[in-house]
């Protein structure tokens, strides 16, 4: 699988971005996808992550309310929408999918990882 991540910029606290991931190399709909987000400084943390079909999705505590993952599975792309983004969101964004269309929290279950973009939030 290849991941091509788009999206990431500079944003004001409060202001929104969404995040683009187009994959491509195997049949998008049977396998999970995620989003993950790693700082300077801090580990690679997952923020969302969506099953293969889009039917089931998860979140981390931090961005619960503020984000939605989505997918669309005839155009091979999962989407983050930020919104109320805050300086702490700060980070470099990846995508990742899995070899399953199941919902996976853990980073180990993501064997694909596309080039990550940066998103800045500034206060």
């Known amino acids: 699988v290849q991941l091509q991540a788009s999206g990431g910029g500079l944003v004001q606290a409060g202001g929104s971005l969404r995040l683009s991931c187009a994959a491509s190399?195997?049949?998008?709909?049977?396998?999970?996808m995620g989003w993950f987000r790693q700082a300077p400084g801090k580990e690679r943390e997952l923020v969302a992550a969506?099953?293969?079909?889009?039917?089931?999705?998860s979140y981390a505590a931090a961005v619960k309310g503020r984000f939605t993952i989505s997918r669309d599975n005839a155009k091979n792309t999962v989407y983050l929408q930020m919104n109320s983004l805050k300086p702490e969101d700060t980070a470099v964004y990846y995508c990742?999918?899995?070899?399953?269309?199941?919902?996976?929290?853990?980073?180990?279950?993501?064997?694909?990882w596309g080039q990550g973009t940066l998103v800045t939030v500034s206060s």
């Open positions: 990742a999918a899995q070899n399953f269309g199941t919902l996976a929290v853990n980073i180990i279950s993501y064997k694909h």
């Open positions: 190399g195997r049949t998008f709909s049977s396998i999970g």
């Open positions: 969506i099953t293969g079909s889009g039917v089931s999705t």
